[in-house]
């Protein structure tokens, strides 16, 4: 096997060079078969947590925000922690549908659409965070610029704002990208199908397309445009959900390195969680020759180096908590690595920066469970990362009179789980529904097709 | 200037009759329908949309939760002196403790809303204490009982009070017709009309006898008074005139004394403008009261030293020239020659240099110096005390106590009632709004003893263990709906008036032992009867100009009426007493000391939840009390805080957890009484621990002091709820951070007297933005921390004017308490013998509000006037301003308060009532703060406005600063320059707290001057 050895040609993205049929029939097959019981039984699962946390969520809508942990000085805890947790998972769908295409990089196809599809799912959990944690989400609403006869308006040099328009246009465009995507995939499905029934939705879903060469040429500006668009997004949500913490006063909150640290840490988690759904899908549905062990490789080599990235950034606090010769910051960071939240930051450090190191070697980064394992690292770690910044700072700020501390509910936890449960209902539900692999673009990069030119 | 005329058209240009309807109407022809809507045939486009509007209005509010809450009823006929709107004051007597301060009631609509000191009561001057302060919620509290009740069986019966009436009377003459005696069992009685009562009562039935006592009464004080002064009555410090104050185990500024009277005393020598006029203030206590927090120098010593440390104190003394008969300082020097300071210093483990300073202090300032031991220490400390006072000459700053008008019980007295109690011999106890069975210690055996009563009658507000044990219980009304007066014995007077009629329609004690005399129950006859006896007694014995009710009504106007009469008290002493005098020496065993609670009473309070929730002075811990010991035994015995232990004394055990106290001597436990009642309603249930159990009658007799105490570690522990955090002083990482960030900046007065004292202020930092100027009113405050002695006055005062809701303990242990203003207790050197500085803390009002740019909806803002705002209505509860704000005074309703708390208590009937009209009741969700009592900032500016004079700060006070005893706060506009205001915001000691931040507070602190020499201790 020459590619081995040989760095001057690109390794094939997809392995055993299919047929159009073939990758047809692959990727179509989960929407054309009936379920077997796993896949209820998974469904099942998800739905149960996704229930629970809606039983929690309703005792908090009944009873208050005190059905939780938050307190005095601490207002905002896991429903936050949660929030930029889901924000951050989904940075890695767009990162690779819109950068890396940009970037040509290839590869991403394998992986795109179901990233995108993680995207959106994860912008709709975690947006439903800032709604349910205010203290009267029925009046939600007037976070947003609604005109009103008492000419009350939004408050812009507030960050919760900016997050307002950061997290929907996101989500908006994402959405609106991953559609784009879908369309001549629907078609395909449309083409497919005997069922009269799916006819009819894939043929309204697929807005009429053709496969015509104008179609195809209008399609692909199109989507550089969207990608082009999209780019800027990637990087700018992060950084606003960080300006919530940076634009404020509070020591271990007020950093400019705040922005960068949390793109990379979103896209780190991101990259965490796509790598980890996609082991398991490749292997249930039998499409490791599409979603080869190269592409996971090329994931996990960005898990490295965005670990890294984050690594320094804790790094960095240290040093300019000590630096800067500001005692309430330097208090902070003693008090985050030794006080009473040490244990916190330090699954914190060894999950994001210890564990990651691991992918120096070629041998875990090929082999499918180690990765798994330090990729669900990766996403404890990161989770604890938001707890750390927090709750942390939250407990013990300027007057120590004010100090108090946070322990989680079952409240709490019940969301979180909840969060997960309708994470992976929306996950479960769309690989029966829609491709999880983007057919159209596949077929662009099988090596047989590309030889032929 | 031209008036030039602006045309739009040619024909307006021309002024024609057709543009003057053109401008009329706001729509040109052709735009409009030329019919009116009612013209118009079938449905046209403008009726269909005109239909809908309408018909969705009306589902709309026909779904809506906009059910009828209740009818509102005008009043048909205006009463005279109400107007709608703006409150009435009525001057009264608070009889929350025995110290009656005046009062003044607020009332709007006829309804009691706030309480305040009496401004022109003389003795606390226009201050009230927390306690006074939340008696308003006992008047409204619903568990207050309604109807009569009657025994039968285990259980209560209701009757109507007639029958209760006959039924009364019937085993009232019974019991006099077979000799058998009527005890009535009461408070110490300070009415001399209700004395008069009495005497009528005894009359009628001759076999009546009175008892009277308060709660952890010990008599040794009075006894010692007595014995070493036989002529004189019973007095008291002015410490407004004392220099050098020496307090032992007293704590004469929290619940010892008029201690409202004693902390405006106190402060007056604690006065910036004044720094030569500094008293110095020695405290030696087991407990770290919050006196002893304010004192310069605290001696930590347990109890059982006392005695020896005053002992040395006086040898040292009579060593030096005092100027006193030789004869006999050498007889008393023969007594105490014993006691060595050397000695006693190596064994007591005291600082020599110490109290060889105050010993030099106390002879520099004689005459002018204040020896006072806590009322509930032992015998021979009080003689000591008196004695040391008597050679230093202090007998000139005494005064005399106020006088109960029947002379109160001693102890043994007590003992005889019980034993004749048990030989059945009483036909008929009265028990007059007190609570024996759970305020004497168990073994005097009092539950048992009523059992052997005939009939045991309470006259009570609430249920109580007495009451539950009584065969009648008499529902009376509460001191807000009572006629009654007050006289301290020696020339003032003071009135008692309704403020509202009866709620539950109970009858005044006084009205029902009245009819009892008359043998006819009768409404408000003890109020003709006060009258009529005021006008025998007191207004014809001196030539008045004016008719009697005129002067009754100018009486009850003022609240207070003084009868001019020279006092002297012969201060003659009795030094024989000290021939028999038995000497006490300090052990190495353990010793308990029994303190009186800051905030419940003698237990009544229990039952009021913001009494309950009103944080320890010193530890912050809330509805609990605990066994305070010192972080050296903690760490001996393996405990933290909130493990159990089991405490012996002789046979009587008691299980109570222990907290770790700064200050407290190894060896020592602290408890606080009055908790841990087991029938008084919801709001007491489990909160606290009852002492009465480990006490024994015999030895409270000489004092709460207890001996030879054995404590065990037992392998359990209790939550208690404190609304700080607790960090060991041995910390370094944690200990004085309050200094190391300039939160509490203090120093030396010596050093501020040279000048060399230097607060510290950051480099002059620039912002950003541009500074908004406020030219007119800028409200801003400021706390003289030398005033403040963190009684907490000013946060019940809060509590009352801002309808701050009750949390609860389990809230308080997730640290979510609402009270608005907090005090802060701050602890610096060692875990042993502790500097304590107490800071208030409120909303700020920063000039640029970090809570402020952070909310996305705008609902917290800035007012022209500089403050900073909540609407309420706007807020959606982000939390955010919360987080961001640097002091963390923000107050979020995690839930509806008022409904969370005990099932709704607060919302059932008349707790509503206590809430104060001009402050929104907070929903759920809401984020709130102090507000610097902006409806007093409106109800000013209204005035002004409707007087047509610029609004002045001066005259606006918010309500914590109208509580404040100490006057430590002071609020107005801070560009006024001739307001005290500016003049102490300006002054050389006013900082701001984390000034660094830059966001300009406008709370300014003064920092605390100490007064120590800086050779000693400091």
């Not at chain 2, 208030?840 to 920063?846: D, I, P, S």
Request: proline share 4%; aromatic share 14%; charged share 20%.
């Amino acid at each position: 096997m020459s590619r081995d050895y040989d760095y001057t040609i690109e390794a094939p993205i997809i392995e055993q060079n299919p047929s159009h049929s073939h990758i047809n029939d692959a990727i179509a097959r989960p929407l054309e078969t009936k379920p077997t019981w796993k896949y209820y039984l998974a469904l099942g699962i998800s739905t149960s947590m996704l229930l629970f946390g809606v039983v929690c969520w309703g005792y908090t809508f009944y009873y208050g925000i005190g059905m939780w942990g938050n307190n005095q000085p601490i207002g905002w805890a896991f429903d936050i922690v949660n929030f930029v947790f889901w924000i951050g998972i989904g940075h890695a769908g767009t990162l690779i549908s819109a950068i890396l295409f940009l970037l040509r990089q290839r590869w991403r196809t394998g992986i795109a659409r179901f990233a995108e599809a993680m995207t959106i799912f994860a912008v709709i959990t975690a947006g439903l965070f800032p709604l349910f944690h205010v203290g009267r989400p029925w009046l939600a609403g007037y976070l947003f610029p609604l005109p009103n006869q008492h000419h009350l308006w939004i408050n812009f040099t507030s960050p919760l704002i900016w997050d307002v328009f950061a997290v929907s246009t996101y989500l908006t465009v994402s959405f609106v990208f991953w559609y784009i995507g879908l369309i001549p995939d629907f078609a395909m499905l449309r083409d497919r199908t005997t069922n009269k029934f799916k006819k009819t939705i894939y043929s309204i879903l697929s807005f009429g397309w053709r496969h015509s060469n104008r179609h195809w040429h209008h399609y692909e500006m199109l989507y550089l445009v969207l990608a082009g668009f999209a780019t800027p997004l990637v990087l700018s949500v992060h950084t606003i959900v960080s300006f919530d913490f940076a634009v404020s006063i509070l020591p271990g909150w007020h950093t400019t390195i705040f922005p960068p640290y949390f793109v990379a840490g979103a896209v780190f988690s991101g990259f965490g969680m796509v790598q980890n759904v996609l082991i398991i899908i490749r292997k249930v549905f039998d499409l490791e020759h599409i979603i080869t062990i190269d592409t996971l490789e090329k994931m996990n080599k960005v898990i490295l180096a965005t670990g890294m990235m984050v690594g320094y950034a804790y790094a960095i606090e240290f040093f300019i908590a000590w630096y800067s010769g500001n005692q309430f910051e330097s208090f902070v960071f003693i008090n985050r690595a030794l006080g009473n939240y040490a244990w916190a930051y330090w699954v914190m450090v060894s999950c994001n920066v210890v564990f990651t190191q691991l992918f120096w070697f070629k041998k875990i980064r090929r082999s499918i469970i180690p990765m798994f394992i330090i990729g669900v690292l990766v996403n404890v770690g990161m989770w604890f990362e938001r707890f750390v910044i927090v709750v942390t700072t939250l407990s013990k700020d300027f007057l120590p009179t004010n100090w108090a501390s946070y322990i989680p509910t079952l409240y709490d936890t019940g969301i979180l789980i909840g969060s997960f449960g309708l994470f992976f209902t929306l996950v479960i539900l769309f690989i029966r529904t829609m491709p999880v692999v983007s057919i159209s673009e596949v077929k662009g990069v099988v090596e047989i097709f590309k030889k032929q030119h | 200037m031209e008036d030039k005329r602006y045309w739009k058209f040619f024909d307006e240009l021309q002024d024609t009759a057709k543009s003057e309807k053109l401008k009329q109407e706001e729509f040109p022809e052709g735009l409009k329908s030329d019919k009116g809507f009612e013209q118009t045939q079938g449905i046209n486009r403008r009726k269909f949309l005109a239909l809908t509007a309408s018909t969705a209005a009306i589902f709309a509010t026909a779904c809506s939760d906009y059910r009828d809450k209740g009818s509102i009823v005008p009043y048909n006929q205006q009463p005279e002196n109400i107007q709608i709107g703006k409150p009435n004051f009525y001057a009264s007597t608070c009889t929350s403790c025995l110290n009656h301060c005046g009062i003044l009631i607020k009332t709007r609509e006829g309804r009691p809303l706030k309480i305040d000191g009496n401004p022109d009561h003389p003795i606390n001057k226009g201050k009230i204490c927390p306690i006074g302060q939340a008696s308003i919620l006992n008047l409204y509290h619903p568990e207050r009982l309604r109807k009569p009740l009657k025994k039968n069986g285990k259980s209560f019966n209701e009757l109507n009070w007639n029958t209760l009436f006959t039924e009364i009377l019937a085993s009232l003459e019974k019991a006099s017709n077979n000799g058998k005696i009527v005890a009535i069992l009461s408070q110490p009685i300070f009415s001399p009309t209700f004395v008069k009562l009495i005497y009528m009562f005894q009359a009628k039935y001759p076999t009546t006898k009175v008892y009277t006592y308060s709660y952890l009464e010990s008599y040794s004080k009075e006894q010692a008074w007595e014995e070493f002064y036989p002529k004189a009555k019973l007095s008291e410090f002015d410490f407004s005139r004392a220099n050098v104050i020496l307090a032992i185990e007293s704590n004469f500024l929290a619940n010892e004394g008029n201690f409202v009277r004693n902390i405006q005393d106190f402060v007056s020598k604690r006065d910036i403008n004044r720094p030569n006029e500094f008293s110095r203030f020695y405290s030696v206590e087991t407990d770290l009261s919050l006196t002893g927090a304010n004192a310069d120098y605290r001696i930590p010593l347990k109890a059982d030293f006392h005695y020896e440390f005053l002992a040395t104190l006086l040898n040292e003394l009579l060593k030096r020239d005092l100027n006193y008969n030789r004869a006999i300082v050498e007889k008393i020097q023969g007594k105490f020659s014993r006691f060595n300071l050397e000695d006693f210093a190596s064994k007591a483990g005291v600082d020599i240099k110490l109290v060889r300073n105050l010993i030099d202090d106390l002879i520099q300032n004689k005459g002018k110096t204040a020896v006072i031991a806590g009322d509930s220490h032992f015998y021979e400390v009080h003689l000591l005390c008196l004695l040391i006072n008597e050679v230093l000459g202090n007998s000139s700053i005494y005064r005399i106590c106020p006088q109960p008008s029947l002379p109160k019980s001693k102890l043994f007295e007590i003992e005889e009632l019980v034993t004749l109690m048990n030989q059945g011999k009483v036909g008929v106890l009265f028990n007059l709004d007190t609570n024996p069975v759970f305020h004497f210690p168990s073994d005097l055996g009092f539950e048992n003893a009523l059992s052997k009563v005939e009939s045991v009658v309470s006259f009570v507000e609430f249920e109580s263990e007495t009451a539950n044990r009584s065969h009648y219980i008499v529902p009376i009304s509460h001191n807000f709906e009572s006629w009654g007066d007050y006289y301290d014995g020696i020339g003032l007077f003071s009135t008692i008036q309704p403020v509202i009629e009866p709620l539950f329609g109970t009858y005044q004690k006084e009205d029902f032992l009245l009819s009892l005399v008359q043998n006819k129950l009768e409404r408000g006859i003890y109020h003709k009867y006060l009258k009529s006896n005021w006008q025998e007694s007191y207004f014809s014995q001196e030539k008045y100009a004016v008719d009697f009710e005129k002067f009754w009504h100018s009486v009850l106007h003022d609240g207070t009426f003084e009868l001019k009469q020279t006092l002297i008290n012969d201060y003659t002493p009795n030094f024989e007493l000290f021939d028999k005098i038995e000497h006490r020496f300090g052990t190495k065993d353990w010793v308990l000391v029994i303190k009186k609670p800051y905030f419940i009473g003698d237990g009544k309070f229990l039952n009021n939840g913001w009494l309950n929730e009103l944080p320890h002075p010193i530890t912050k811990v809330t509805w609990d009390n605990y066994a305070g010991i010192s972080q050296s035994d903690a760490n001996r015995l393996g405990l933290k805080n909130g493990d159990i232990v089991e405490l012996g004394y002789g046979k009587s055990k008691l299980e109570i957890p222990i907290f770790v106290v700064p200050g407290i001597p190894s060896s020592s436990v602290v408890i606080e009484a009055g908790f841990g009642r087991k029938e008084s309603g919801i709001v007491a249930e489990n909160v606290g621990f009852y002492v009465g159990k480990i006490l024994q009658f015999e030895t409270t007799k000489k004092g709460y002091i207890f001996e030879k105490i054995s404590l065990n570690k037992i392998n359990k522990s209790y939550q208690i709820a404190t609304t700080v955090e607790h960090h060991s002083l041995n910390d370094t990482f944690y200990s004085e951070l309050h200094k190391k960030r300039h939160i509490i900046q203090e120093g030396l007065l010596e050093d501020y007297k040279n000048g060399k004292y230097h607060i510290h202020r950051p480099h002059e930092l620039k912002s950003i933005v541009p500074e908004i100027k406020y030219t007119d009113v800028k409200w801003a405050m400021v706390i003289d921390m030398n005033k403040c002695v963190g009684c907490g006055a000013c946060i019940m005062a809060c509590n009352v004017e801002n309808n701050i809701p009750v949390v609860g303990k389990d809230q308080v242990l997730r640290s979510r308490e609402m009270q608005w203003i907090r005090v802060d207790t701050y602890f610096s050197g060692t875990a042993e013998n502790p500097e304590v500085s107490f800071q208030t803390m409120l909303c700020q009002h920063c000039d640029d509000a970090p809570c402020e740019n952070v909310c996305p909806v705008v609902a917290t803002v800035h007012s022209s006037d500089g403050l900073n705002l909540m609407v309420y209505n706007r807020c959606v509860g982000t939390r955010y301003c919360s987080n961001n704000c640097p002091y963390k005074v923000r107050r979020f309703n995690f839930f509806d308060f008022r409904s969370h708390f005990k099932n709704g208590l607060l919302y059932k009937d008349t707790y509503k009532l206590a809430n104060n009209p001009e402050v929104t009741v907070r929903s759920r969700g809401v984020m709130e703060k102090c507000t610097f009592c902006i409806q007093r900032i409106t109800e000013a500016r209204h005035q002004a406005i409707a007087e047509n004079k610029p609004l002045r700060g001066n005259g606006v006070r918010t309500a914590c600063q109208e509580a404040c005893p100490a006057n430590a706060i002071t609020f107005g506009d801070m560009n006024d320059k001739e307001s005290e205001l500016y003049q102490l915001r300006n002054h050389k000691l006013g900082y701001y707290v984390l000034e660094e931040l830059n966001v300009k507070p406008n709370v300014t602190y003064i920092a605390k001057l100490r007064n120590k020499k800086s050779e000693v201790g400091a």
